[in-house]
């Protein structure tokens, strides 16, 4: 039987995230999740580029605003933080539209995937992980339906997975090569 193994939040987008206990899962994902992205003149910031941004952990204070490193996240010090991980004309910026999110509110993964995979689940960036999949088994999930409690998540999509991968989230060292065997 499958079962809800993981819940993870990013409140700022591109930061390492939070592994929560328990979650409100709403039509727009989980509360608090990229709720501030770090800006730049060209728009939105992401480690995609800038992966030292992985090295700040985004979390919510008790106030249910962002943090950054445990600094609220309009306080001088978190943006010289993120100034030093994505460049000096970074600032951060409150956002809470759906386009907040790259493609969906929304990233599912199983743990089959995750041992599949053979990779540390926080360079995968998920909101869920479902357990209880053998192997790759969600590779056939899309178009199905997940059922947890009174929450229903449409599964869309197999997404590919994003540079943010190859990096590793202890050390902050890239390895493209990762992308080559996932």
Same mark, same amino acid.
């Given at each position: 039987?499958?079962?809800?193994?993981?819940?993870?939040?990013?409140?700022?987008?591109?930061?390492?995230?939070?592994?929560? $206990?328990?979650?409100? #899962?709403?039509?727009? !994902?989980?509360?608090?999740? =990229? +709720?501030?992205?770090?800006?730049?003149?060209? @728009? &939105?910031?992401?480690?995609?580029?800038?992966?030292?941004?992985?090295?700040?952990?985004?979390?919510?204070?008790?106030?249910?605003?962002?943090?950054?490193?445990?600094?609220?996240?309009?306080?001088?010090?978190?943006?010289?933080?993120?100034?030093?991980?994505?460049?000096?004309?970074?600032?951060?910026?409150?956002?809470?539209?759906?386009?907040?999110?790259?493609?969906?509110?929304?990233?599912?993964? $199983?743990?089959?995937? #995750?041992?599949?995979? !053979?990779?540390?689940?926080? =360079? +995968?960036?998920?909101?869920?992980?479902?357990? @209880? &999949?053998?192997?790759?088994?969600?590779?056939?999930?899309?178009?199905?339906?997940?059922?947890?409690?009174?929450?229903?998540?449409?599964?869309?999509?197999?997404?590919?997975?994003?540079?943010?991968?190859?990096?590793?989230?202890?050390?902050?060292?890239?390895?493209?090569?990762?992308?080559?065997?996932?």
């Amino acid at each position: 039987s499958l079962v809800v193994d993981q819940l993870w939040r990013y409140p700022v987008k591109s930061l390492a995230g939070e592994r929560l $206990t328990t979650a409100e #899962v709403r039509g727009d !994902g989980i509360a608090g999740d =990229r +709720l501030v992205h770090v800006r730049g003149p060209e @728009g &939105v910031r992401t480690s995609r580029i800038q992966h030292r941004m992985l090295g700040l952990h985004g979390t919510l204070g008790a106030d249910g605003d962002p943090l950054v490193d445990g600094i609220p996240w309009r306080d001088r010090k978190a943006l010289d933080l993120v100034r030093s991980a994505a460049g000096g004309d970074a600032w951060l910026a409150a956002h809470d539209g759906l386009d907040r999110f790259d493609v969906l509110p929304l990233l599912v993964i $199983t743990d089959g995937a #995750v041992k599949e995979l !053979g990779r540390d689940v926080r =360079r +995968l960036r998920p909101n869920l992980v479902i357990g @209880g &999949v053998e192997g790759m088994g969600e590779a056939a999930w899309p178009g199905a339906e997940l059922h947890i409690g009174e929450v229903v998540i449409a599964l869309d999509s197999r997404r590919p997975r994003c540079p943010m991968t190859t990096v590793d989230p202890d050390t902050l060292e890239r390895d493209p090569e990762v992308l080559r065997d996932i």
